[in-house]
Nanobody, 126 residues
Framework: QLQLVESGGGLVQPGGSLRLSCAAS????????IAWFRQAPGKKREGVSC????????VYADSVKGRFTISRDVVKSTVYLQMNNLKPEDTAVYYC???????????????????WGQGTQVTVSS
């Protein structure tokens, strides 16, 4: 059983930066594709970014391209989401999720993910 724990959320001003972390344990994290999703109040959950098991394939939602960067540290079993130039519309609870699959597989389809963290709040406001 894989456990995921997010951290790094908080309150930041527009234009600021945050780095979210997703620490994996309890199984072999390298066997999983890891993605970040977010959900704002009253809105549907949306895929933000995903990184493959290999680390060589990534995908981003159009709304965050050029501002967010996903990466993974195999030694630390941790996936990071560096968020720069944050905007008020980035305010949401951010979740990391894990899914099995191929070495280069990436996906932002939430129902393909079996394991979820508890979420971390990101608030962008002046």
């Amino acid at each position: 059983q894989l456990q995921l724990v997010e951290s790094g959320g908080g309150l930041v001003q527009p234009g600021g930066s945050l780095r979210l972390s997703c620490a994996a344990s309890g199984s072999i994290p390298d066997y999983y594709t890891i993605a970040w999703f977010r959900q704002a109040p009253g809105k549907k959950r949306e895929g933000v970014s995903c990184i493959s098991r290999s680390g060589g394939s990534t995908v981003y939602a159009d709304s965050v391209k050029g501002r967010f960067t996903i990466s993974r540290d195999v030694v630390k079993s941790t996936v990071y989401l560096q968020m720069n130039n944050l905007k008020p519309e980035d305010t949401a609870v951010y979740y990391c999720a894990a899914s099995g699959g191929g070495w280069h597989r990436v996906s932002l389809v939430s129902n393909e993910y079996n394991y979820w963290g508890q979420g971390t709040q990101v608030t962008v406001s002046s």
